[in-house]
């Protein structure tokens, strides 16, 4: 049973332009949410976090959105860089588990 | 460095071998998570120390992988007789604590011949 899906592989996006990624979950026990950005052949980094008790966060050009009654949250980066090209991972945290549950990811890739 | 280290970076072994994986977590972190990473997957959970105490290990696919850290810094993910479907990344994070970000490091990818 997979708690966190990413429905998306993969998106294309071109330059400057608004890049939204999705995620959704099953868990409503968890108690936040972070992102994480891959790049091949290094370990995921932290992006940005969000409380289950906020419904957004804003992070520069990050902003995560949460919607608890649809359990739903969505990434969007803008303006939208060729260095943003990369995999990206929801992940939720708290509910009864250690550590984080996350999604299979979305390969964002920023056209020039 | 100040991140977490695992070594080696690659490894290749033939089925049926012993493979020893290691992580260094950032110093002072008291939480180490192994998770393992198939292809097109996310970072599948494998265990959780607190300090040298094994929390949890419920991730861990089978009897053939063992973890520990034993004086509550290093920690060493040992995978006996190695199979084809053990190919994975297995990453190591740490935290300050059991909760909130964890710090990754670059993970040890494993072939399996």
């Known amino acids: 049973d997979q708690q966190v899906k990413q429905n998306s592989p993969s998106l294309s996006v071109q330059e400057g332009r608004i890049s939204i990624l999705n995620c959704d979950y099953t868990?409503?026990?968890?108690?936040?949410f972070l992102w994480y950005k891959k790049y091949p052949a290094e370990g995921p980094t932290f992006l940005i976090s969000i409380s289950s008790i906020k419904d957004k966060n804003e992070d520069g050009r990050f902003t995560v959105f949460l919607n608890k009654s649809a359990k739903h949250l969505s990434l969007h980066i803008v303006p939208s860089q060729p260095g943003d090209s990369a995999v990206y991972f929801c992940a939720g945290g708290g509910g009864g588990a250690d550590g984080l549950t996350f999604g299979k990811g979305t390969h964002l890739i920023i056209q020039p | 460095g100040a991140g977490v280290s695992q070594s080696p970076r690659y490894k290749v072994a033939k089925r049926g071998q012993d493979v020893a994986l290691r992580c260094d977590p950032i110093?002072?972190?008291?939480?180490l998570f192994w998770y393992q990473q198939a292809l097109g997957q996310g970072p599948e959970f494998l265990t959780y120390?607190?300090?040298?105490?094994?929390?949890?290990k419920s991730g861990l696919p089978s009897d053939r992988f063992f973890a520990e850290r034993p004086e509550g810094s290093v920690s060493t993910l040992k995978i006996q007789r190695t199979q084809q479907e053990d190919s994975a990344v297995y990453l190591c994070?740490?935290?300050?604590?059991?909760?909130?970000?964890?710090?990754f490091g670059e993970g040890s990818r494993l072939t399996v011949l």
């Open positions: 120390f607190q300090n040298e105490a094994q929390l949890d």
């Open positions: 868990n409503s026990m968890f108690d936040y």
């Open positions: 110093s002072g972190h008291v939480s």
């Open positions: 994070a740490s935290s300050l604590g059991a909760h909130g970000e964890l710090f």
